[in-house]
């Protein structure tokens, strides 16, 4: 089977004029080249294109030079796995060396056998779907290689691992699944859902950072909530003893995601926001997120659990020190009553002026050392809670605090 016309029709010209040139560096160096896993699945879905994959049957090192020295094409990195990351003219391009991987044991990194053939560099990956290629040299551009029924799973819209072992030797397709199956509009096959439940017990295996990723991965879904409802995810919960305390998509995801966008840490409040309060801290511990992470959830948090009576220096000093992005974050997310007390506090920050300092302090009177912090912090408050006030009333102040 040849889809050149299919090609044409689903991709830009940007895209096209990438692919052909480095299906002419390929052909340069006599490399079979070709276009694997979603972009063809997705050519033949009819979906927008993204991400641009290719396998080489070499080492892309030997492409190297004639990849550098092409002025629209920029290397962004190179792994030790013989995968180069560049952009084209603006589009993001993976080339990767086809590979056989074998699993030491369930769960871990697999071992990775380099330069292989096309035929057993599909067979390796997580389902029929993703285990198409197309020949985009020039000879043989547009030719479908398919070992493994993939394209009949493609028609009848069915989600199937290509060998029994498939979700023991890597756990985290379970969530790649279902994640699929919403995406997609596909139904998992009932082997492959049987093989899936068989093998819950090995997501404990996963580090936390490879779960934290698959996470990350379905809450930036559309149909995240739906993801989140499935019972396969709700018994994954409970394997890393964690609870959802909601699954609803608020109705503001967009926003969400642009203050995500700008600091891809909030995805992790986002995130966090579905989990009872409890059980937050040891989402952090258990996915091993970073300090900036854990810092933000317990902001976001501390917003969350502010008593609803709390004055405005409360309210100052519970908020005080959060970014700007949480406190957004939170506005969003959280109940009516949080998102006044967010606006009391910018309020304050808008009009807090107080103008004495450590050393005017000094002058009044007041000996040097940790007395002078705690007379600027009571005039912090003072005027927070009574409003600006005058240069000679902040002075009157710190004396009536003076023994």
Request: contains cysteine; charged residues 25%.
């Amino acid at each position: 089977m040849n889809i050149n016309q299919k090609i044409l029709n689903q991709l830009n010209h940007n895209q096209i004029s990438a692919i052909k040139f480095i299906a002419q560096i390929a052909d340069n160096h006599s490399v079979k080249a070709f276009l694997v896993g979603g972009v063809v699945r997705d050519i033949f879905l009819n979906h927008k294109i993204h991400d641009i994959d290719i396998a080489v049957e070499s080492d892309p090192n030997r492409m190297f030079d004639s990849l550098n020295q092409s002025e629209n094409f920029q290397i962004v990195s190179m792994s030790e796995f013989g995968v180069v990351k560049g952009v084209y003219d603006g589009i993001e391009i993976d080339i990767a060396m086809t590979r056989k991987e074998a699993y030491p044991a369930p769960g871990s990194l697999p071992n990775v056998s380099l330069k292989t053939e096309i035929d057993l560099d599909l067979i390796r990956r997580d389902f029929s779907i993703n285990a198409l290629a197309v020949s985009i040299n020039s000879k043989t551009w547009g030719e479908v290689i398919d070992v493994n029924n993939s394209l009949e799973d493609l028609q009848n819209g069915v989600i199937k691992i290509l060998h029994p072992k498939s979700f023991i030797d890597d756990p985290t397709r379970i969530f790649r699944a279902i994640k699929y199956s919403y995406r997609l509009n596909m139904n998992i096959s009932k082997f492959s859902f049987g093989k899936m439940y068989e093998s819950l017990n090995h997501v404990n295996l996963l580090s936390g950072k490879r779960i934290a990723n698959e996470l990350l991965l379905i809450f930036q879904e559309e149909d995240f909530e739906k993801i989140l409802n499935h019972k396969i995810m709700s018994l994954i919960f409970e394997q890393l003893d964690l609870h959802l305390s909601k699954t609803t998509k608020n109705e503001n995801f967009e926003n969400i995601r642009d203050i995500c966008r700008e600091d891809e840490n909030m995805w992790w409040v986002f995130i966090s926001f579905y989990f009872n309060h409890l059980d937050r801290a040891k989402l952090v511990s258990k996915l091993d997120l970073n300090s900036r992470v854990n810092k933000a959830i317990e902001a976001f948090t501390r917003i969350e659990l502010m008593d609803p009576d709390s004055n405005k220096s409360d309210i100052y000093m519970s908020l005080k020190g959060i970014s700007q992005n949480v406190l957004e974050i939170s506005k969003i997310l959280l109940q009516q009553k949080c998102v006044i007390q967010i606006s009391i506090f910018e309020t304050i920050i808008e009009h807090l002026k107080v103008i004495l300092d450590g050393n005017s302090i000094l002058e009044l009177g007041v000996a040097e050392g940790p007395e002078i912090g705690k007379i600027l912090h009571s005039l912090t408050m003072e005027i927070i809670e009574k409003g600006p006030i005058s240069v000679q009333a902040q002075k009157d102040f710190v004396k009536s605090l003076i023994p």
